[in-house]
């Protein structure tokens, strides 16, 4: 769903300007002449941009800190999803609950966070680990009594339930920032540099497109992921598309660390080593011309 202006951007692009193809963060260190992830056989070495959520890039750049995130393209509001049939009013009413989650991505982050606005420690819930396609049908057969993933599994899972269904959600404890992300080494290279540039321009112009005019990126999501336009359409109100770098960005970046250094029993990185991870250079040169 977050991918939708880039799609389009590459779209507008054309083929001779950029070649889209599966696969996030890791495909920025590819060595040259390396299949790119998914077995896509025409990149000739490592990707100019790769596009994913800031919980991957940070997980991806502490054995590569020459990433640089160049673009937040999207932000993700994430919901919770339950069943009021289990007795689930309110957000405390999760202490007990079996909840689905994909654990180690963004989506368990968001788990974590809301949890821990809401007083609930991770201890006084079930994790229940699921892929985001299991958990729809796991909610609606009552494996679970609540979900917490990404859209458009959210919306699928908010339809099959009907009016059993109620939603917790709270942008301000954590939205998800989708990025465009390169390497310190592919802006040093005046080529890579103005291809990198010039697609940045374009996927600014997309998301104007994906908040005013979506339909088109509606038909590309669903070609790209499988879903129906139908749910693409209905899941579509539960991101923004700011193409900037938000004022926040640096401290989502601290936050996040903190959480991921936990995860892998790690000391976090300081404030300002996470810092030289953005760039804006890129947007500050796409936005002058």
Partial sequence: MEIG?????????????????????????????????????????????????????????????DLRIILTVTEGLYRIVARRSAGIATIADLRGKRIGIFERTSAALFLDRMLADAGIANDEVVRVPLRPREMEPALREGEVDAIAIWEPEAERAHAALGTDAIEFANPRVYRELYNLNTTERALNDPARRARIVAFVREVVSAARAARDDPEAIWQLVAQSSGYPVPLVAASWRHHRFPADLPEDLLDRLVEEEAWLATQSNRPPRTRDQLSRLIDTSVLEEALSR
Avoid at 43 to 56: E, L, M, R, S
């Fill in 5 to 65: 202006p880039v799609l389009l951007a590459v779209q507008r692009a054309g083929p001779r300007r950029a070649i889209f193809f599966s696969g996030g963060v890791d495909n920025l260190f590819k060595a040259e002449g390396e299949a790119a992830a998914g077995g896509f056989d025409h990149a000739p070495g490592n990707a100019d941009i790769a596009a994913q959520a800031a919980t991957q890039a940070l997980r991806a750049s502490v054995d590569n800190p």
